[in-house]
T-cell receptor
Framework: AQKITQTQPGMFVQEKEAVTLDCTYD???????LFWYKQPSSGEMIFLIY????DEQNATEGRYSLNFQKARKSANLVISASQLGDSAMYFC??????????????WGLGTSLAVNP | NAGVTQTPKFQVLKTGQSMTLQCAQD?????MYWYRQDPGMGLRLIYY???????DKGEVPNGYNVSRLNKREFSLRLESAAPSQTSVYFC???????????FGSGTQLSVL
């Protein structure tokens, strides 16, 4: 079963608008972390934001925020005031801290975001 | 700071050839990783090294070997390349007190 699900293969947003990229996860661990990475067309993977399962506040990093809804097992990325440079693939990932799997990251398949001028 | 440096950026091999992908980080990180990225498959862990002198298999280790030469360097070797190993390979590292992964710029490998 897929542990990280990103249901939106592609998304479009107008420049300066906000956009939400969906991510749902599946784990029986109580202790885990959720990540979002950005991959522009140049190919590098860029860390955006991290949320621990015990963090009470939603994580924020500049224009990025993580809408963490633990009961629904969702960790959506919100990008405010979209910029043309936000056009990229976005990956959601999870690390289970108690799974005995050496704490490897489990990745979603990504969402392609296009920002229109 | 250079961060995580991978070489080469591009490589074309013939089936059966061998090669080593090099990775070095200058952030004094303990943990280092090798991933491959394929369309529709996401990123998959090949091998990782929790510290100098230790390596462990990830999800897709078959056909690969690794060496953690020292704290800085973690190389990935394809002994006999196969077309199924055509992929983009990423090296990454992580500090022990931080969950953030730092990635190299990737190696695009084609096996003909």
């Amino acid at each position: 079963a897929q542990k990280i699900t990103q249901t939106q293969p592609g998304m479009f947003v107008q420049e300066k608008e906000a956009v939400t990229l969906d991510c749902t996860y599946d784990t029986s661990d109580q202790s885990y972390g959720l990540f979002w990475y950005k991959q522009p067309s140049s190919g590098e993977m860029i860390f955006l934001i991290y949320q621990g399962s015990y963090d009470e506040q939603n994580a924020t990093e500049g224009r990025y925020s993580l809408n963490f809804q633990k009961a629904r097992k969702s960790a959506n990325l919100v990008i405010s005031a979209s910029q043309l440079g936000d056009s990229a693939m976005y990956f959601c990932a999870m690390r289970e801290f108690n799974a005995g799997n050496n704490r490897k990251l489990i990745w979603g398949l990504g969402t392609s975001l296009a920002v229109n001028p | 700071n250079a961060g995580v440096t991978q070489t080469p950026k591009f490589q074309v091999l013939k089936t059966g050839q061998s090669m080593t992908l090099q990775c070095a980080q200058d952030m004094n990180h303990n943990s280092m990783y090798w991933y491959r990225q394929d369309p529709g498959m996401g990123l998959r862990l090949i091998y990782y090294s929790a510290s100098e002198g230790t390596t462990d298999k990830g999800e897709v280790p078959n056909g690969y070997n690794v060496s953690r030469l020292n704290k800085r360097e973690f190389s990935l070797r394809l002994e006999s390349a196969a077309p199924s190993q055509t992929s983009v390979y990423f090296c990454a590292s992580r500090a022990p007190t931080n969950e953030k992964l730092f990635f190299g710029s990737g190696t695009q490998l084609s096996v003909l």
